[in-house]
């Protein structure tokens, strides 16, 4: 059975640091794209930093020089790395799998069922 589970989220003051993680079972790590979303009550999701197969590394331009995207393979487990954080930062943040077979719906569509999709993490960012 294919899970992902996303931990360390937490409340910081703005300017802090917070990690987030997630971690993968049932499937290859390297078969997949690894992504981190977050979605802001009222907002629509966002995509924030994504690990590609092929190595490759994306950030929305509102995190980059901020945010790191990192993998254990070992521990199958993928990394977020959050510095300087701002109030508008603040969501839950969803770790999702794509490219395996198969997916459970997605917090931001639940119609969007090609990933598989962690139960989310809360960052709140204080002023």
């Known amino acids: 059975e294919v899970q992902v589970v996303e931990s360390g989220g937490g409340s910081v003051q703005a300017g802090g640091s917070l990690r987030v993680s997630c971690t993968a079972s049932g499937f290859t790590f390297d078969d997949s794209d690894m992504g981190w979303y977050r979605q802001a009550p009222g907002n629509e999701c966002e995509a924030v930093s994504s690990?590609?197969?092929?190595?490759?590394?994306y950030y929305a331009d509102s995190v980059k020089g901020r945010f790191t995207i990192s993998q254990d393979n070992a521990k199958n487990t993928v990394y977020l790395q959050m510095n300087s954080l701002k109030p508008e930062d603040t969501a839950v943040y969803y770790c999702?799998?794509?490219?395996?077979?198969?997916?459970?719906?997605?917090?931001?569509?639940?119609?969007?069922?090609?990933?598989?999709w962690g139960q989310g993490t809360q960052v709140t960012v204080s002023s």
């Open positions: 690990r590609y197969r092929d190595g490759k590394t």
């Open positions: 999702a799998a794509t490219g395996l077979y198969g997916g459970t719906p997605s917090p931001c569509d639940p119609t969007d069922t090609k990933s598989y």
